[in-house]
């Protein structure tokens, strides 16, 4: 053992100072510097200890919360993996998992509801409706709180800035989703390309530019054209800003002796405010065209001023000046976009690009080769649950589309709904962020006590003991609080200091007040005074405030 005295600062400026050793020293920047290992332990086991008390309780919600908790972990690893100095490995993996991680967190709530419906559904009796559809969203809500709880208690086992994570798992889910999403679409385009008058991708093509040659370059009868005429000159204007930004101007007009800044400045301005102004005028003006007559405009301008402006508006070649210039100031402020975006980006960025995409080839291919079987399999386990006459429709629907698009354009169109609802997720997360509703560093406590909370509350309604909704209340302020707690005393002295006495001191105090209010609570239901529903439903949320308000006071 060392006897070198290691001193730290923590961030509240107070000074830290303990004798290392080769097993216990901690450094600043180092892994220790994160969670202590009690507030990791106390959401993990007491997430789970509820997890199994809400699989003992409520019913037929063993199979839903099994598929969510693959979600759950799949979306644990995905999170771990972009913080792995192997970027393309790891990206490729965690692309590869956003399948799994759309399909657990949705999927087990679809199979609650689907399962529930094929036993409730038909209803005989229409006043027992609405008892059907509470009993059918009480039942999702505990397995997606469920979920919740395993995510938030997996993805605080290790030290994780969320934001960050999050943030960058988006873009990998995105760029993962564009090749699965590509080929489903170019299916989909192609099918209907070949349905009908439509022979073909050529004729197609065909069609999409006789319209809009008609609708922005034909100009006949004596119409006066202005909202498409005030289009075509905001889309240039907008075309010739987005070129003067991306394009080396400023860098080539520095050249000369002229000050350019301030005048690029003010005709970048002009542009912006000239092509916004023109894109609302054209809208305006089509309502305009649309409730007047080119006679009654006519009467209304007069016909020296309707003549000269259409004299403007319906020039064939000055409307294909515009639209030319137009469209090819677009065409190459994207590729010198992409040009610039591709050489400032540096090697880990693009090799995660490319590892993400490679992914979502991956999936493609899988999804393709698995295309029939799955496709079959799915329809069949989706028709056996449910009832009679309903199943004959839904049969009648899948055999419609699988000979319509085809069972592998249908596949991958699944797919890339599963990564669109991992991208929501994450999405729905990074916002909770912003919003501050939840912390970065302890977001893994945060959450798991969030899906806590709704677990116990949607089990609430399912006629539960009250002793497990009041079990639940308590277990959640208990994650929460432990959880932010041990965050904030990894953070001051590491996750190896000496900081069980104090955690366990602050748990237990949580804890004691946390049983205090549920006593009080249960106390309330037991009072023999005939409490009706709503104020035994004000006694819990009574409860629940009083809670809130002292660990508040005790923090």
């Not at 005295?5 to 100072?17: C, K, P, R, W």
């Not at 759950?72 to 590869?96: C, K, N, Q, R, Y």
């Not at 400023?250 to 003010?266: I, N, Q, R, V, Y």
């Not at 239901?525 to 005790?554: I, K, M, N, Y």
Request: proline residues 3%; glycine residues 10%; negative net charge.
């Amino acid at each position: 053992m060392s006897d070198e005295t290691l001193v730290t600062e923590g961030s509240d400026g107070a000074v830290h100072e303990r004798l290392s050793d080769d097993d216990d020293a901690y450094t600043v920047g180092g892994a220790n510097w994160g969670p202590t290992r009690l507030s990791i332990l106390i959401p993990l086991i007491g997430g789970f200890g509820m997890v199994a008390l809400f699989l003992r309780i409520v019913d037929d919600v063993f199979t839903p919360v099994a598929i969510g908790a693959l979600g759950a972990v799949a979306f644990t690893l995905t999170i771990w993996l972009v913080d792995v100095d192997d970027e393309g490995v790891s990206t490729f993996i965690a692309s590869l998992l956003t399948i799994f991680v759309g399909l657990g967190l949705f999927g087990g709530s679809a199979s609650m509801g689907l399962l529930l419906g094929a036993d409730l559904f038909p209803i005989e009796d229409l006043s027992f409706l609405s008892l059907s559809t509470l009993l059918i969203v009480g039942h999702i809500g505990v397995v997606l709180g469920c979920s919740l709880i395993i995510f938030g208690s997996t993805v605080g086992l290790r030290n994780v800035a969320m934001g960050d994570s999050l943030r960058e798992y988006t873009g990998i889910a995105l760029v993962a989703a564009t090749i699965p999403g590509a080929v489903s679409l170019t299916f989909i385009a192609l099918t209907i390309a070949s349905a009908g008058d439509i022979a073909g991708p050529a004729t197609l093509w065909a069609e999409v530019r006789g319209f809009v040659s008609e609708v922005y370059l034909s100009t006949p009868g004596d119409a006066l054209y202005l909202s498409s005429f005030l289009f075509l000159v905001a889309l240039a204007l907008a075309s010739l800003r987005g070129a003067i930004g991306v394009l080396p101007v400023s860098e080539l007009l520095a050249d000369s002796e002229t000050p350019t800044s301030g005048s690029l400045s003010f005709v970048n301005a002009v542009l912006v405010v000239l092509s916004m102004g023109l894109f609302l005028a054209s809208i305006l003006w089509l309502f305009v065209e649309q409730s007047f007559t080119p006679f009654e405009l006519r009467s209304i301008l007069g016909t020296t001023v309707y003549d000269g402006i259409r004299t403007v508006t319906t020039a064939t070649g000055f409307r294909l000046l515009l639209a030319g210039g137009a469209v090819a100031l677009l065409c190459v402020s994207v590729v010198v976009y992409a040009v610039q975006r591709l050489a400032r980006s540096n090697v880990d960025r693009l090799s995660r690009r490319v590892a993400a995409l490679a992914g979502g080839g991956v999936i493609t291919v899988g999804g393709l080769w698995i295309a029939q079987p799955a496709f079959e399999w799915v329809v069949f386990e989706i028709e056996t649950r449910l009832p009679g006459m309903v199943a004959g429709d839904f049969r009648e629907l899948t055999d419609f589309a699988a000979d319509m698009y085809g069972a592998e354009t249908i596949v991958l169109l699944l797919l890339t709904v599963m990564i669109g609802l991992t991208v929501s997720t994450l999405l729905l997360f990074r916002l909770f962020l912003f919003l501050g509703y939840l912390p970065d560093k302890s977001m893994g406590p945060s959450v798991a006590s969030a899906g806590l909370f709704t677990a116990t509350v949607f089990a609430a309604t399912l006629d539960v003991p009250p002793w497990v909704v009041l079990a639940g209340l308590v277990a959640t302020f208990v994650i929460w609080d432990a959880g932010r707690f041990g965050v904030t005393m990894g953070a001051e002295i590491g996750r190896k200091a000496p900081s069980r006495g104090p955690e366990l001191v602050h748990s237990a105090a949580t804890l004691l007040v946390g049983v205090l209010g549920a006593g009080i609570a249960a106390a309330l239901l037991r009072v023999d005074f005939q409490l009706t529903a709503p104020v035994g439903t004000a006694a819990l949320l009574s409860a629940l405030v009083g809670l809130v308000f002292l660990l508040e006071s005790l923090r």
